[in-house]
C-alpha cells in the first residue's frame, strides 16, 4: 500500500502520518520527491483502515500496490534510482560501460585487461574470482587471491570493481575490495543470499535468473531492497529459450519492461546473453538503443587462452570499437557515455 502525500505537505504530517503507520504495526518507507512524498507501507498484508489514514492531514490519497513486487516499484519511487559506485553514476543521464574478463586468471591478466579497459573508455572494471560454474571440474577462480589483484588494478587505474559473490560467507570478503557486489544469474533466486546482500548495504548487480521472468526478478531485488539496500542494479544477461543459434537469448524487451515497472536502473550484458564474440558489437548497441542505463561486458586479451567464457570474449581493439559505437548511439537517444 502506499499514501500520496498532498504537494503542500508538511514534515510533521508526514511524521504524523509515518507515526501512525508503524503504530499499526507496519515499516514506513519514504521516497521524498521533488513533487511530493510518497510513503510506502512495508509489511504482512493484513488489513488496515484505508479511510483513516486518507483522513490524516497532508494525505491526498491511499492506493493499494497490486504488483507482487513493492520496493522496486515506480509507484512507490517514482523517480529514478542513481546508483554510485566511486564516482561513477549507473541510472542517470550517463551510460556507463563495465568490461573485463569473465574470470580473474592471473595477476598479468587482469593488469592487462584493465589498462586496456580504460584506455579504450570503460567507466569500471568486472572480472570474477568465485565462479558459478557448471562443471565442477572448470576453473573455479582464484578466490581472495584474485581479489588482490582486482584491488591491485582499480589502484592502477582507478575503475571501480565488479565482481561476483556466491555465498553468504563471501559477501563480507567481496565488499572488502569490490565496489559492486554481483550476484549472478544461478543465484537470483537464492533468498538468504539476497538478504544477505540487502544487509550489506554495498551495491548489488543482481543479473536475471536465466529461467526467471521480469516478475520474479524483481521481486528478487525486492529481497535487497527490503533489507534497506537500496543500491541495486538490475542485469538482463539473456534467458532460455528454444533457439539454440545463440547461447542464450538476449530479451531486449525487458529493458523497455523494466523501465516502466521500476525506477532501479538497467544495463545489459550482451556477453552472455549471445554467447559468442561475433555478435556481442551488434547486441550492445541494441541495449543502448533500447535504453538501457549501461553494458557489462567481457574482454580478455588473448581469448583463445582464456580459463572461463572465451568464445564470447572480444578483444581489446574490438571493445575499442564497441565504446565508440555505444557513444554515437547514446547520443543518438540524448544520452552520453559515462568516462571514469
Ligand atoms: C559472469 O558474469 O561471468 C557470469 C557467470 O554471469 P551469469 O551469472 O550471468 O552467467
Ligand atoms: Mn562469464
Redesign the pocket.
Known amino acids: 500500500m502506499i499514501i500520496v502525500m498532498k504537494h503542500q505537505a508538511n514534515a510533521k504530517q508526514v511524521a504524523a502520518v509515518v507515526s501512525r503507520v508503524e503504530n499499526l504495526g507496519y515499516r514506513a518507507h519514504l521516497s521524498e520527491g521533488e513533487e511530493r512524498t510518497i510513503i510506502g507501507v512495508i509489511g504482512d498484508e493484513r488489513p488496515v483502515d484505508l479511510n483513516q489514514l486518507e483522513l490524516m492531514d497532508g494525505v491526498e490519497k491511499v492506493l493499494q500496490v497490486l504488483r507482487p513486487f513493492k520496493l522496486p516499484s515506480r509507484e512507490m519511487h517514482p523517480q529514478d534510482t542513481v546508483v554510485a559506485l566511486n564516482g561513477v553514476k549507473i541510472g542517470g543521464p550517463e551510460i556507463v560501460i563495465i568490461a573485463g ?3 580473474v586468471e592471473s595477476r598479468e591478466q587482469l593488469l592487462e585487461t584493465a589498462h586496456a579497459v580504460k584506455e579504450a573508455g570503460g567507466a569500471a572494471l568486472r572480472g ?1 574470482v568465485f ?1 558459478p560454474r557448471t562443471s565442477p571440474y572448470s576453473f573455479q577462480g582464484l578466490g581472495e587471491e584474485g581479489l588482490q589483484y582486482l584491488a591491485e588494478a582499480k589502484e592502477a587505474t582507478g575503475l571501480p570493481i565488479v565482481t561476483e559473490a556466491m555465498t553468504i560467507e563471501q559477501v563480507s570478503l567481496v565488499a572488502r575490495y569490490a565496489d559492486v557486489i554481483q550476484i549472478g544469474t544461478r543465484n537470483m533466486q537464492n533468498f538468504p543470499l539476497l538478504s544477505a546482500v540487502g544487509e550489506s548495504g554495498h551495491p548489488v548487480l543482481l543479473k536475471r535468473g536465466m529461467m526467471s521472468t521480469i516478475e520474479e526478478w524483481l521481486m528478487a531485488a525486492d529481497y535487497i531492497l527490503s533489507k534497506n539496500n537500496p543500491h541495486v542494479i538490475l542485469c538482463e544477461r539473456g534467458i532460455r529459450t528454444f533457439e539454440r543459434a545463440t547461447r542464450s537469448t538476449t530479451d531486449i524487451n525487458a529493458i523497455p519492461v523494466l523501465k516502466e515497472l521500476t525506477h532501479l536502473p538497467v544495463i545489459l550484458d550482451p ?2 546473453s549471445t554467447g559468442k564474440s561475433a555478435y556481442v558489437r551488434a547486441v550492445a548497441r541494441a541495449g543502448v538503443a533500447a535504453g538501457a542505463d549501461g553494458l557489462i561486458v ?1 574482454v580478455h586479451v588473448r581469448p583463445e587462452e582464456a580459463l ?2 572465451g568464445a ?2 572480444i578483444k581489446p581493439e574490438t571493445f575499442a570499437e564497441l565504446v565508440h559505437e555505444a557513444q554515437v548511439l547514446s547520443e543518438a537517444v540524448g544520452r552520453k557515455l559515462a568516462k571514469h
Do not use: W
Open positions: 574478463p569473465c574470470s570474477g565462479k556477453s552472455h567481457e572461463s567464457d564470447q570474449s
